[in-house]
């Protein structure tokens, strides 16, 4: 059974950074490309970055050279560092492999 534990969530001001974290059991990890999603009050969730087993990325619009996607296949963790952060990206932030997803870690921009 994959298991996904999310931290290092928090409340920011807008221009602050936080780093996000994914712990993952269960699966070989560096097999398997990793994804960070967000779900906003009242929104559906959304992709916002992905990483390959071989180290590509990807990243939704609104994040990119904000936001980047990191993995550590020693820790089997997988990060998101988020600067320059915005009020809209106030969110739960969840970690996705496949079809497993952590419970999710809350983001709060706001002055």
């Known amino acids: 059974q994959v298991q996904l534990v999310e931290s290092g969530g928090g409340w920011v001001q807008p221009g602050g950074s936080l780093r996000l974290s994914c712990a993952a059991s269960g699966s070989i990890f560096s097999t398997k490309a990793m994804y960070w999603y967000r779900q906003a009050p009242g929104k559906q969730r959304e992709f916002v970055a992905g990483i390959t087993r071989g180290g590509d990325t990807s990243y939704v619009g609104s994040v990119k050279g904000r936001f980047t996607i990191s993995r550590d296949n020693v820790q089997n963790t997988v990060y998101l560092q988020m600067n320059s952060l915005k009020p809209e990206d106030t969110a739960v932030y969840y970690c996705?492999?496949?079809?497993?997803w952590g419970r999710g870690t809350q983001v709060s921009v706001s002055s």
């Open positions: 996705n492999q496949q079809v497993y």
